[in-house]
């Protein structure tokens, strides 16, 4: 887990990379679908975030999505081709990468939310060190609505930032959030108050003001001491959605989904 041996020079053109100076932007480049998350983007996200985590130049790095949406979340179509369980293993193999990668790099994180960060791509989000978001912007854990569980490590996140009991409630509502509402839960570090890019560019400026090598040291040290429980959180959400997978209630919320309507769940 989290040493998957992938290809470092993964090229996608579903992701995108640009360097400024000390600054590294990387932007899912997938807008007709809202940028949801296909195997592509998954190996393209760890491909340019493992090359960065190797540059001495790059002290921080900015996650965005292309137009409309940060990540609508994973690839409904990429769930129903992979119903081989053979090819939906090594998917979430590759977002335990993902996440593990991002989590614990030798940089310093920011996600620039505008539109949907929904289900993997809120998960996405979580293991950035600061989320800032368009006050129009929508977040959601929003697994449950195709009878499944949170993946992306979002046990983790959500418990160390909400506590369990809440975790739990977030998880089993999957309401959608507004930018204030997840501010004031805790789950996001900040809403701009006018354009995204300005207040992203007013936190950049000031993180690039500081002494960053402190600053990643703390967050080295933290990542060092909950790698344990985040690889045992993401093998959990492995097999837990490999189950999930197999129930009547997930295909029902597939089918309601594709259908564009309310499902009919019955517990099975």
Known sequence: MGGVGMEANFVTD??????EGRVATIEINRPESLNA???DVIKGLVSNLKEISESDEVDL???????????????????LSNSDEGEFSPVMDSISELIVT????????????SGAAAGLGFSLALATDYILADQSSKLAMNFIGIGLIPDGGAHFFLEKKLGETKAKQLIWDGKM??????????????????????ALHKRIEDWLSRPVQAMIKTKKILAE???????????????????????????????AFLE???????GR
């Open 14 to 19: 579903k992701v995108n990379m640009m360097v």
């Open 37 to 39: 998350m296909d195997v």
């Open 61 to 79: 790095v900015v996650l965005t999505g292309k137009g409309r949406a940060f990540s609508s979340g994973g690839d409904i179509k990429t769930m």
């Open 102 to 113: 991002l989590y614990s790099m030798p940089k310093l994180t920011i996600s620039a939310v």
């Open 177 to 198: 959030m507004s930018a204030d509402e997840a501010f004031a839960l805790g789950l996001i570090q900040e809403v701009a108050e006018g354009d995204i890019q300005e």
């Open 225 to 255: 001491k909950n790698r344990p429980q985040l690889l045992k959180i993401l093998e959990l959400e492995k097999q837990g959605q490999g189950k999930m997978r197999k129930t009547q209630d997930h295909q029902e919320g597939i089918r």
């Open 260 to 266: 564009k309507r309310k499902p009919h769940f019955i």
